[in-house]
């Protein structure tokens, strides 16, 4: 598992043992945190590698979760070039040991293949609208090159792969400065700062709770060798973000105020996955409402910032 002290590598981390499984976790740190680390039920069938996966490395395995990479604008716009790298080299190098060991590779991919989409909602089949020098390129042609990269290794070395696009995620483990709007909201309600909306807050996204994710990406590994996606995995559900700051206040009962600020270049207006092939392919779609996913997540705020 790359990047398995991050937010959603961590949870797929406890997923997999306490099924049994060994795991290796490889991370730099760099945006994960030794605190996601399993303690618990399976720690002693758990492995923890400190490297960074733009240097080539080796392990045993048979199912790889390629899950590195910083993944919120506020942390791969500080670090565009080894954001491109990390995204790069790093599919580059778990490639390499997926071939040599034969194993099962899954890609965490990104909606954010899709850009500022003019298609919506979003099938697999849309290839985007990304703008390819601007301050989100590091993180969304990385994707999009790590994408190509997988499909070129198993048409000509036979790879053995998996493409799954995540949709916005939150949940319990998010970094609270991690710039990502549900953490952003919880975390300045809770302290009663003002609640910054980026734009008139009309933009919509589609938030899918850690858990039900987790268990899309169980089942994407599952699937038979001749599937290999891409396949969209998030939550359907769309509201705009002035309606989930409005949500948070509520859950957390803070009297923060909600102020609006400049949109950012390139922000995506809407966000919505099709999951027609994860309902057909996967049986699956999210179980998590919204509102209950905010409560969980705020419980989990409550306790962090308290420390």
């Known amino acids: 598992m790359t990047g398995g002290a991050g937010f959603i590598g961590s949870h797929l981390c406890d997923r997999l043992l306490a099924t049994g499984s060994f795991v290796t976790c490889v991370d730099n740190l760099l945006t994960g945190s030794a605190r ?5 039920v399976g720690a002693n069938r758990f492995e923890f590698v400190a490297h960074d996966v733009t240097m080539p490395f080796d392990a045993a395995a048979d199912r790889i979760f390629n899950l590195a990479c910083p993944a919120s604008p506020i942390h791969y716009q500080r670090s565009p070039i080894q954001t491109t790298r990390t995204c790069v080299l790093g599919a580059l190098n778990v490639l390499d040991l997926a071939v040599r060991t034969r194993s099962l590779v899954l890609q965490a991919s990104t909606s954010e293949v899709y850009g500022d989409p003019e298609v919506h909602p979003q099938p697999e089949s849309y290839q985007g609208r990304v703008n390819p020098t601007g301050l989100r390129s590091c993180y969304d042609e990385g994707k999009r090159c790590a994408e190509s990269l997988f499909f070129d290794y198993r048409r000509q070395l036979g790879a053995r792969i998996k493409v799954a696009r995540i949709f916005n995620t939150y949940g319990p483990r998010m970094h609270p400065n991690d710039g990502r709007v549900v953490s952003n909201f919880i975390v ?98 999210p179980a998590v409402c919204l509102r209950d996913g905010v409560k969980e997540t705020v419980r989990y705020f409550e306790h962090l910032l308290q420390r």
């Open 36 to 40: 996601n680390l399993p303690r618990g």
């Open 188 to 285: 300045q309600a809770l302290q009663g700062a003002d609640i910054t909306i980026y734009g008139d807050g009309s933009q919509t996204r589609s938030f899918c709770y850690v858990d039900d994710l987790v268990e899309a990406l169980w089942r994407v590994m599952d699937t038979p060798e001749t599937f290999t996606g891409p396949i969209n995995l998030g939550n359907p559900a769309e509201c705009t973000i002035l309606e989930l700051a409005e949500l948070i206040l509520r859950e957390t009962s803070s009297r923060s105020r909600i102020v609006f600020g400049p949109r950012p270049v390139d922000d995506p207006r809407q966000r919505r996955p099709d999951i027609t092939a994860a309902r057909a392919t996967l049986n699956w779609e």
